[in-house]
């Protein structure tokens, strides 16, 4: 069963960049598709972005451009690059994986990270 640990959030001001890293352990990280979600106080889960085991990617709408997914096999990492980061950003981040394809519901995926709070000051 694999596992995902989280790391790089934080407070940065609007305009700025962080690096957001999901790194799995205890199985085949690399057959799987991994998505990144964020949820803010209130609010649903939304979809974020995703990668999938051949290193497709897909991003929601308002993240293109902006955010950059990538993924190191060898590191059974996944990464989230964010820029040009704005207030309306500022939302717990989750990285979950499923097996091979990306789905946009976050009910498709059964294995998520501890979450990292992302917060942009304006």
């Known amino acids: 069963q694999v596992s995902l640990v989280q790391s790089g959030g934080g407070l940065v001001q609007a305009g700025g960049s962080l690096r957001l890293s999901c790194v799995g352990s205890?199985?085949?990280?690399?057959?799987?598709?991994t998505a990144w979600f964020r949820q803010s106080p209130g609010k649903e889960r939304e979809f974020v972005a995703a990668?999938?085991?051949?290193?497709?990617?897909y991003y929601a709408d308002s993240m293109k451009g902006r955010f950059t997914i990538s993924r190191d096999n060898a590191k059974n990492t996944v990464y989230l690059q964010m820029n040009s980061l704005k207030a309306e950003d500022t939302a717990v981040y989750y990285c979950?994986?499923?097996?091979?394809?990306?789905?946009?519901?976050?009910?498709?995926?059964?294995?998520w990270g501890q979450g990292t709070q992302v917060t942009v000051s304006s």
């Open positions: 205890g199985g085949t990280f690399r057959r799987y598709a």
């Open positions: 979950a994986i499923r097996d091979y394809t990306y789905n946009v519901s976050p009910q498709e995926y059964a294995i």
């Open positions: 990668i999938t085991w051949r290193s497709s990617v």
